[in-house]
């Protein structure tokens, strides 16, 4: 029988697109340790798109490969440019937290090779855009929020669809895949605010299957 009174933890947003609330708070420390060691090796850096504009979110990746931009376009590179060192390898945290939300949303065996990590601060915004630069749009993308809360917007297949929002909050993990994979989406500026884990911060892991 259904407990009516359990907490709706899972939420389809859309066609293919669930949002897992809270799903990775009981490790958040540990994802949030595993950041610190990340960016220790691969310091977050604002990129620039081929258009020659400074993104305002910083990045940084994880992985057997990160996504970059610059001048010359996007691309998933096995090095880091600013290093010229591979990218830190992917934690086990990470590993198996996303193995495990992926297959709560109904695909197994998601085995990502590219953690792309996000940090906004106050005022940081992300314009809507497709993902399109992976091989192969039939794995998901799985999101990790963690830190001070965000508002999420995703509209459709057509840039002009209205997008819809969703407030993203420390812990809350969305898998995207199906129909949803390739909606546009983005983040509005992220409001002031302090989080105890994580101070006037939000970060964002994106997990993909790039080749
Ligand atoms: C829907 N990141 O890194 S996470 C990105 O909060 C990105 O930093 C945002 O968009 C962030 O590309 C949004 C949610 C998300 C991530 C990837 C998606 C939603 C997605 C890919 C396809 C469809
Ligand atoms: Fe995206």
Not at 11 to 17: S, W
Not at 89 to 117: H, K, N, Q
Not at 168 to 184: A, I, K, T
Request: proline letters at 8%; glycine letters at 10%; hydrophobic letters at 40%.
């Amino acid at each position: 029988m259904p407990d009516l009174f359990a907490p709706d933890t899972r939420q389809e947003l859309r066609d293919g697109a669930v949002l897992l609330r809270e799903r990775a708070l009981a490790v958040d420390r540990a994802l949030l340790d595993a950041i610190e060691m990340i960016v220790a090796q691969s310091p977050f850096r604002r990129m620039v798109t081929p258009g020659g504009f400074q993104m305002s979110v910083a990045m940084s990746n994880c992985g057997r490969v990160g996504w970059v931009t610059d001048r010359t376009g996007y691309r998933y590179d096995p090095r880091d440019p600013e290093t010229g060192a591979p990218w830190p390898a992917m934690p086990d945290v990470f590993r198996t937290l996303v193995r495990e939300a992926a297959s709560e949303a109904g695909f197994d065996g998601f085995a990502p090779e590219a953690c792309l990590i996000n940090r906004y601060e106050p005022g940081t915004r992300l314009s809507l855009h497709q993902d399109k630069d992976e091989q192969n749009y039939a794995h998901p993308v799985v999101s990790v929020s963690l830190g001070l809360p965000a508002t999420f917007q995703f509209g459709g297949l057509k840039r002009s669809d209205r997008p819809m929002k969703v407030p993203l909050q420390h812990g809350d993990v969305v898998v995207w895949g199906g129909p949803s994979r390739l909606v546009y989406h983005g983040v509005l500026a992220l409001k002031d605010g302090e989080h105890p884990l994580t101070g006037r911060q939000r970060f964002n892991l994106t997990f993909r299957k790039a080749l």
